[in-house]
């Protein structure tokens, strides 16, 4: 059997092994183990492998963003942000027809820009307003359906744990990725507040509205989300400014929210150590990922399979159009059944080689950013399909009322909205590159 041979064979391999409910980072660790095995075929130098694979991947400097961007949505979770968020956009909000479901979006979107987790977005805020909504009179399937999508934007919106590990696999610039999403994050929300309008219009009597708040409540519940704003200017506008690494930023970050959480009343030495806790496990976790995608991913490069496929396509004289739709079709098929890291980890050092050297009438590094972005809105739309939509199952959790079958219901108006969007954002690649070009004008 030949390297390629082995290569190709070991994605069916790989399949079972997670349909058998193997932890991914196990299955692509024992994968890689022992397809490196195979290739090199000498078990001391394997071995040895082990050694020299594990502390390159970890003694790259950019992986420390990691913990301390987690660290940054655990403190924000203890001090009360999540609250004040959905209290001020339920202000402006409320009012309108649907407008406490899309309060939750809006909340959403500013926790997911000092969080940078989709599971935690959720999660959190599906605490403060699963029971407005259902208050309101919100039906169950919009609520559990609408936070899902909402929890979405935490790794859209900068700053995301996902975008900086796709900049590292794919080598491109963690700052100007940040910026690159920035306005796919905006159209995701309005994306999201546009369906919910819609669906409160086809469905009139499917919720209640608010009273209308005066403007000195507004103010006074926006003046509420000041730690919100400035954290958000700190991080995201110290790494834009260059005043900051993207390593220093979350570092300032996590000390933003911190003394954040300190000042709200809501810390305590329990709290810290339970997010300090917390903050360890989720690292561990996704350090383990990591490091098993790097086995499995070190094993394809010996076979020389990402290279092979790579002038494969170029070879075929295969549309660039074609290759990227089918592309994003794959990426939408693997999130019904992997997690959205897991799926990055494990794909982009096979794909990205063989995109890149396609023509789509741009640079390199800009193609690099415009494909990530991409990427990582169809890697979030698997957060809201079944069977394995993790967002989905934690809000579901939190609401035993609802039956899955009705999250999943209300999840598809947004999963609609997602796939309108990259159409979009595909046909038209500078609006997501627009900022990153403005950028490197004022640095010029």
Known sequence: MSNIDLA?????????????RTPIALAMLAVGFIGNYLVIGNTAMTLNQMKTLTYGTFSNYSFSIIPLFLLMGQFATLSGMSAALFRAAESFLGHRKGGVAMSAIGACAGFGAICGSSLATAA??????????????????LSTGALAAGGTLGILIPPSVILVIYAILAEQNIEKLFVAALIPGILAALGYVLAISIWVRVSPNSAAVKDRVPWAQRMVALASVWP????????????????????????????????????????????????????????????????????????????????????WVGAQGFSPWLVLTAVLIMYLVFGCI??????????????????VVLDFGMSANDFGLWFGILVLIVVEVGLITPPVGMNLFIINSMDKDTPIGQTYKGALPFVLTDMVRVVILAAFPSITLWLVWVMDSWVG
């Open 338 to 355: 992997m997690d959205s890291l897991s799926m990055v980890l494990l794909t982009v050092p096979i794909i990205f080689p063989i995109m």
């Open 8 to 20: 190709l064979w070991s994605f069916p391999v790989l399949l079972v092994l997670i349909f058998m």
């Open 228 to 311: 919100v704003l400035t954290i958000f200017m700190l991080v995201v506008g110290g790494i834009y400014l260059g005043i900051f690494t993207p390593t220093e930023a979350a570092a300032v970050g996590a000390a933003g929210t911190g003394i954040a959480a300190v000042a709200s009343g809501q810390m305590s030495w329990a709290k810290l150590r339970l997010a300090i806790l917390a903050t360890a496990s989720a690292t561990a976790m996704i350090y383990l990922i990591i490091l098993g995608a790097g086995f499995y991913n070190n094993f394809l490069a010996l076979t020389q399979l990402p290279q092979t496929a790579s002038a």
């Open 124 to 141: 959190t805020m599906g605490q403060v307003a699963l029971p407005e909504l259902k208050r309101y009179g919100y039906p169950g399937s």
